[in-house]
């Protein structure tokens, strides 16, 4: 199950998201927000963040202006690997080599039709499960 959350300035590209995501058969809860109104990306950042580190959700994406600020948020939670991606090719190798968990991208950045890919693409790529990339992702937990 995927975890999803944004703020106002993610909100539209969640919408489209979430869409795809029905689209595509896959399961999926809604974090918040519910609205364009403005509101505090950290919160949102955190609660998906949470969700994914606990174990309960397999993966995430988060949403915000940039997709900054939120996924600076996220990766204060312990576990969480938060990738921004703004192409396919960042997120199919944060996959391969850094195993994140959430992927974060930017409403106001990356138009629908390419989020939508980045969000297939980071779905879709398994973790390499590679020596090199076990132990880098080891010195990054710390």
């Known amino acids: 199950m995927i975890a999803i959350g944004c703020d106002h300035g993610g909100y539209e590209l969640k919408q489209a998201v979430m869409a795809h995501l029905d689209k595509r058969g896959l399961e999926y ?3 918040g927000c519910y609205s364009e109104e403005s ?3 950290p919160e949102y950042g955190r609660a998906v963040g949470q969700a994914v580190a606990s174990g309960e959700f397999e993966k995430g994406i988060i949403i915000c ?3 900054i600020g939120i996924s600076l948020a996220a990766n204060k939670v312990p576990g969480v690997r938060a990738a921004l991606c703004t192409d396919c090719f960042t ?3 944060t996959r391969l080599h850094n195993d994140a968990n959430i ?3 930017g409403g106001r950045v990356v138009g629908q039709g390419l989020a939508l890919k980045i969000v297939d693409t980071f779905l879709d ?3 390499s499960n590679e020596e090199r990339h076990i132990r880098r992702i080891a010195k990054i937990e710390g």
């Open 39 to 41: 509101c505090d990306y």
């Open 91 to 93: 997120a199919e190798a």
């Open 103 to 105: 992927l974060a991208m």
């Open 65 to 67: 202006g940039t997709g």
């Open 29 to 31: 809860k809604d974090f």
């Open 125 to 127: 790529t398994p973790f």
